[in-house]
């Protein structure tokens, strides 16, 4: 295969993944609103991706997993799977798709701000500036809602809870980052996705068989599906295409194909409200976004260092 065709296969992959999870929001919200809730939800979601890893594991390449790493997985299944899932799926079931899709973007930042802290990596003024316009955006996302507390243009609690799930995903990616790059996707996803269940299923098991009992339209199980088997499984599968070939600064920028999905079918599927409020929380999202992820990391920091030094 040559390179051009390597990378439109890659650049295709990260579209693909991004704009499935951005219509995971509006559909999400939709069959949370006729039959299910976040707690149910968020167990099928990872119950059967975990079924789904498992058998497409069996076609994948063998790894040997030693147990001192499996154990390893059970952290990283707390804050990459259990906090991460359950406090973006309760989150999304009371506040606005719309709202959900916009804190997403905020991931970067909080990753930038804990690899600070724990890789040791250099806080430059131009994260500065991007952290700041990000937090701006986000804080006005967070009062916006608190003043009208509706799920078609947000819940402050929601949003809160949405924001929280990204601070989890970053802080399982500081602190498992060399964990997750000595396996393949389907060997990382089959051990974090049977720890969660194992975690989640106790608590949760009465409680979505109480869901279940009662009737359900056929819509709101194909939106279930959606969510399993396209939001979770495959843009899983098809961002692992994608960050083989493209640079991290290249598959950071489709982060913010999400909220473009995201808001343009919650508006089609009229439930959400797009305001004047919600378009700047955007601008400043993305634009800090924009400049976390275009600053130099330590170690470009550390070449130009030692390229001038020659």
């Not at 799926?89 to 930042?109: C, F, K, R």
């Not at 975690?199 to 009992?213: A, G, K, Y």
């Not at 640079?247 to 999905?261: A, G, H, K």
């Amino acid at each position: 295969m040559n390179e051009n065709k390597k990378a439109l296969i890659a650049h295709l992959s990260m579209f693909g993944a991004c704009a499935g999870w951005g219509l995971m929001a509006p559909v999400g919200k939709e069959a949370m609103t006729h039959g299910f809730d976040g707690l149910s939800m968020v167990t099928f979601r990872v119950v059967g991706a975990c079924v789904l890893f498992w058998l497409a594991s069996l076609f994948a390449k063998k790894e040997h997993v030693p147990t001192k790493d499996k154990l390893m997985f059970i952290g990283a299944a707390l804050f990459g799977l259990v906090c991460n899932q359950c406090c973006y799926t309760m989150g999304l079931s009371i506040t606005s798709p719309i709202n959900a899709s916009i804190v997403t973007t905020s991931m970067p930042i909080f990753a930038m701000l804990l690899a600070a802290l724990i890789l040791k990596e250099p806080i430059t003024s131009k994260k500065a500036i991007g952290v700041l316009m990000g937090c701006s955006g986000a804080l006005i996302l967070i009062l916006t809602s608190a003043a009208h507390a509706s799920d078609k243009v947000g819940d402050i609690r929601g949003d809160v809870l949405c924001l929280f799930a990204q601070f989890s995903f970053a802080l399982y990616l500081s602190l498992f980052n060399p964990l997750i790059r000595r396996y393949n996707v389907f060997t990382i996803n089959k051990y974090m996705f049977s720890w969660a269940t194992l975690m989640l299923l106790p608590f949760t098991f009465c409680h979505v068989q109480d869901v279940v009992s009662q009737p359900i339209p056929a819509r709101t199980w194909w939106e279930v599906a959606y969510v399993v088997v396209v939001g979770t499984f495959l843009c899983y599968i098809l961002t692992m295409i994608g960050q083989r070939t493209l640079r991290p600064t290249v598959v950071s920028v489709y982060n913010y194909v999400q909220p473009i999905v995201s808001v343009a079918a919650s508006l089609l599927m009229g439930i959400g409200v797009m305001k004047p409020t919600h378009a700047l929380a955007v601008a400043l999202v993305f634009s800090g976004v924009w400049l976390v992820t275009k600053s130099k990391s330590r170690k470009d920091l550390e070449e130009e260092k030692r390229k001038s030094g020659k």
